[in-house]
């Protein structure tokens, strides 16, 4: 009876802390994304990818507070042909921890290559929050290659496959050489590469884009003048930016005794080779501090803006900042992958070319 | 003038007497299309990149910085 009475209470105690462990768990929150421009109808480094993501409670009602931690992971590398932008494949566009105010998150980034994005975004109650639960949420958007760019390559296209193959059809058509010297033609051929291929050396250092060249250390700090006792602080990252890699960023709000200062910030990027705002987010910072990793794309000088809106206040401070982003010289293997492709297709039209005349030539001398 | 004329000649000369038959020709143009097209395309020395960089990113295949 004793026996049969201790396994009824912890039998009834095992019920109860199930019963209440379910009863008192908070349920997840709620995160939804809502594009503003039409994914369709985006083209890589023209058009940006404008969404808001949403944070809501079971009910749905916002989210007053969370920390997001937000990843946007570039579209993988492809098999056959490379995109413009290969060391971007498969890289991280941003990766940063954010507090979100109001349950609203808006991004804005213009995508740089075709294919598949994977955001991902964790939502984590701040403090002695327990009215969700982190909650852990993914999506993909899929961007497709710009219009004018497929146009642009099945122009290319054409005119190479017409070069080659007739460039082909004229060595058909024409007389076959009596004697054979290999050694000349292998020389010939051997003579070519090696006048081209020198210059695929870590020569990638122009003025406009700088892939592998080193570019001086950077100022480490921007500050805006002091405005009603408030100053903007931006801290740059030591080494400047490189493509393919995350760059962290730092600002502050102090006021006139250095103290920080709880701000809403809107953080931008302005690439400056052709004046387009390639990123910009917002959010809120009770601490004073904003902190975001992200990565410049493409190996040029960008124009960093930061806004900072004090407290609830309308008026802002504002710091702008121009940063040179290292670019990086493509992988060998997206060099490999279109060069191949390029130099197939030429030598298939270079040998359609060759029969063609072949059998012009066989049909002309079988008539004559 | 006239000695780059006759050297023209010269060489076109010489060049028809090559001994290749169908096959080399059609290599040796392969391999000129190819460092061609790895000049424009895909090297990197900074004054044929900058020149043809915005035609590279056209061509939605041509890898860049």
Redesign the interface.
Known sequence: MRQFMQVLASLLFFASSLMSSFAFAAPAARVSWEPVTPIDSIRP?LDPLTLVIRLSDAEGRALSQAAVHVRLEAPQTQTL???????VEGSALFDSRVVVKDGLLPIKIVPPI?GSYRFVVDVDPIGQDASFAPTRSEWQAQVG??P???K??VI?MSI?IG??AG??LV??ITR???????G??LG??LG??A???P???????????G??QTLESQAKSVTTPSRSGLHLVLDLPTEHPR?GNLSALHVALLDAQNQLVPARIELSFTQLEHGIEVFRTEAWTPSGTFDWQGQFY??SSHQITVRAWPGEQAESLTLTTTIEVE?????PL??AK??G???AL??AA??LG?WLG?SLRNRRELTA | MNSVYTQAKRHLRITRRLPLNLFHKSAIVVAIFGVVLYTMFFTTTPLVHDYFHELRHSLMMIPCH
């Open positions: 480094q042909v490379s995109t413009d932008f290969p060391v075709r290659e710009n004018a760019k497929k642009n390559l290319f190479l070069l080659a460039s082909g060595l058909g076959p050489a009596r004697t054979r010297s290999r000349l033609v010939a051929m070519t590469f006048l081209g291929l210059s695929r050396s870590d020569a990638h250092g122009d003025e406009e884009h892939p592998g493509v493409d190996g670019g990086v010289a493509p992988p997206a060099v279109s060069f492709s390029l130099l030429t030598a270079v040998a060759c072949l």
